[in-house]
Structures are given as structure tokens and as C-alpha cells.
T-cell receptor
Framework: EDQVTQSPEALRLQEGESSSLNCSYT??????LFWYRQDPGKGPEFLFT???AGEEKEKERLKATLTKKESFLHITAPKPEDSATYLC??????????FGTGTRLTVIP | EPEVTQTPSHQVTQMGQEVILRCVPI?????FYWYRQILGQKVEFLVS????????KSEIFDDQFSVERPDGSNFTLKIRSTKLEDSAMYFC?????????FGPGTRLTVT
């Protein structure tokens, strides 16, 4: 059964304190690993899609990496405006995305 | 920048009533989706739509649900007889081959 697990559930960082969020996946025939940002009461905001092990993508303070079993979202020198829930999702043999439960990030000034 | 739009932003309805949630996907996208998110839970897939027909649906998408693309721009989700457990955020999404974009959601409250 396809499964996506994210850790930690919640993370509190001081402004400027870099860290990483983890997404472990068990998906047969991975056809994309997606990262989204979600603010309270809003829709998921697309960040990255990764397709193959070793691939990396960057956007501002965020960098996403992919291995055969996991993906990491690295946050470098975060700011309070980076506070949000970060969602990981995988597309396998089916056409839809299978989501994890998310990591709720709080960045304290 | 193109975006997925949804209306209404909030819908309150009584149990047993029919609701229609509306979406305008990004214009050059070919795949369309509905997902839902119950408060505090993960985003769950409901249905995908391609080439004017349902391509996949989850176990959640039972006979009470239907989707339609009545014209070239709108994409709707109908719930025929709402239940209390249908209360959730409903997200429409559309995608290219490489990126999938979500709308802002409709918060459905069933009383």
C-alpha cells in the first residue's frame, strides 16, 4: 500500500536556525515527489516536484532533495514568514497525489 | 500568474441538502482533481478527471458525489445529500505533466 510519512509533526526554530524536514515514502513506481506549503485555512501552495534519486531543487531558503526512500526539505536561515505546514505528497502508479500529514513549522523571531 | 479559483469560499448547508462546489482550473491544464481535508487531517484524494470523464476515484467518492465540466472553463463537484461527516475543506486542483496547483478551497459546513 502506498504510504507517505512526514517527521517531525511539529518543529519550532529560532529565526536563522537551519533544519530539515523528512518525508519517507513507500510508493510503487514513483512518478513524482511533491512539496507544498499550506497556511491555515488556505490551499496547498506548490513548491517543488522531484522525480529521481539525487535530484535537488531550490527556491529562496528552501532546498528539496530526493533519495530512493526519502525526501528532505532543508530550510536555511528561516524567517518568521516561513512559518506554515509543509506537506509532502507522492504520485505513484495512480494519477493522484498521496499526501503525508505534514510538518507544522514555527519560526520564532 | 495563472491560478485555480474556487467558489464559494464558505458554504453552510443542512444535512440532506445538495451542494455544488465550483472551480475554474488553469486554462491550459488537462487534468483536474478534487481533494478534501477534514480539519486537522491529511489532504485526501477524491476524484480525477481527464478528457471529459472520470479517470480515477477513491473510496470516499461514492454515489453521493458527482463531477462535471459543464463548459470549457468550469469544473464542479456535487454532493447530492450532505452528511455531517462531509464537513471539510474541498480543494480543486489542476496540473501539467510536472506541476500540480491547488485552489484556495471551499470550506463546507454541514449542520
Amino acid at each position: 500500500e502506498d504510504q507517505v510519512t512526514q517527521s517531525p509533526e511539529a518543529l519550532r526554530l529560532q529565526e536563522g536556525e537551519s533544519s530539515s524536514l523528512n518525508c519517507s515514502y513507500t510508493v510503487s513506481g514513483l512518478r513524482g515527489l511533491f512539496w507544498y506549503r499550506q497556511d491555515p485555512g488556505k490551499g496547498p501552495e506548490f513548491l517543488f516536484t522531484l522525480y529521481s534519486a539525487g535530484e535537488e531543487k531550490e527556491k529562496e531558503r528552501l532546498k528539496a532533495t530526493l533519495t530512493k526512500k526519502e525526501s528532505f526539505l532543508h530550510i536555511t536561515a528561516p524567517k518568521p514568514e516561513d512559518s506554515a505546514t509543509y506537506l509532502c505528497a507522492a504520485r505513484g502508479g495512480a494519477n493522484n497525489l498521496f499526501f503525508g500529514t505534514g510538518t507544522r513549522l514555527t519560526v520564532i523571531p | 500568474e495563472p491560478e485555480v479559483t474556487q467558489t464559494p469560499s464558505h458554504q453552510v448547508t443542512q444535512m440532506g441538502q445538495e451542494v455544488i462546489l465550483r472551480c475554474v482550473p488553469i486554462s491550459n491544464h488537462l487534468y483536474f482533481y478534487w481533494y478534501r481535508q477534514i480539519l486537522g487531517q491529511k489532504v485526501e484524494f477524491l476524484v480525477s478527471f481527464y478528457n471529459n470523464e472520470i479517470s480515477e476515484k477513491s473510496e470516499i467518492f461514492d454515489d453521493q458525489f458527482s463531477v462535471e465540466r459543464p463548459d470549457g472553463s468550469n469544473f464542479t463537484l456535487k454532493i447530492r445529500s450532505t452528511k455531517l461527516e462531509d464537513s471539510a475543506m474541498y480543494f480543486c486542483a489542476s496540473r501539467t505533466e510536472y506541476e500540480q496547483y491547488f485552489g484556495p478551497g471551499t470550506r463546507l459546513t454541514v449542520t
